[in-house]
T-cell receptor, first 118, second 111 residues
């Protein structure tokens, strides 16, 4: 099946620094990728939709200057948490849709990235 | 906006028992998906449903797409310890639309 890989799987950083998380589709092309945030014991919250070659679409309440998304190729999207603060600590998960997949709706998820801001 | 109500929120069962969980919505979805998430991992797709009334199996898992397109259920038969995790339902309106997730069902299986 389709494989989506995230890196790093976990990161600890100091408050005020920026952190970049990569999301790669390993065996398929993905024009569209999605970034989610998940707090403990809660569901996935969609942050933004990443579109290759164009600006990301952010969900209401998500600061686009805080969470920078770049989707520069059909297999890579990056999420940069800028000037991170402790409240940004969370589990960030990306997902991707296979451009060649004819069935609607299926998304494949990365392994997630645990961010801890000290 | 669209919401999915998933129940139960948590389940504690004995190994070998069958499990059932469901999701309901106030609006119609044209795709229903069921995912399982292990601790510290991303969700893994278990079953995808594309047609109202569709009943699909994947090993010991069976899921159905409700005829009204506003609900879906997932059954796990003869549970085993590795079934432990959080199960999420998700719905999509169309092929290009975002997924809406349920709140999740935390499953604990006691050996």
């Amino acid at each position: 099946g389709a494989v989506v890989s995230q890196h790093p799987s976990w990161v600890i950083c100091k408050s005020g620094t920026s952190v970049k998380i990569e999301c790669r589709s390993l065996d398929f092309q993905a024009t569209t990728m999605f970034w989610y945030r998940q707090f403990p014991k809660q569901s996935l919250m969609l942050m933004a939709t990443s579109n290759e070659g164009s600006k990301a679409t952010y969900e209401q309440g998500v600061e686009k200057d805080k969470f920078l998304i770049n989707h520069a190729s059909l297999t890579l999207s990056t999420l940069t948490v800028t000037s991170a603060h402790p409240e940004d600590s969370s589990f960030y998960i990306c997902s991707a849709r296979d451009d060649a997949e004819m069935l609607p709706g299926e998304l494949f998820f990365g392994e997630g990235s645990r961010l801890t801001v000290l | 906006g669209q919401q999915l109500n998933q129940s139960p929120q948590s389940m504690f069962i004995q190994e070998g028992e069958d499990v059932s969980m469901n999701c309901t919505s106030s609006s119609i979805f044209n795709t229903w998906l069921w995912y399982k998430q292990d601790p510290g991992e991303g969700p893994v797709l278990l079953i995808a449903l594309y047609k109202a009334g569709e009943l699909t199996s994947n090993g010991r898992l069976t899921a159905q797409f409700g005829i009204t397109r506003k609900d879906s259920f997932l059954n796990i038969s003869a549970s085993i310890p590795s079934d432990v995790g959080i199960y999420f339902c998700a719905g999509a309106v169309s092929s290009g639309s975002r997924l809406t997730f349920g709140e999740g069902t935390q499953l604990t299986v006691n050996p």
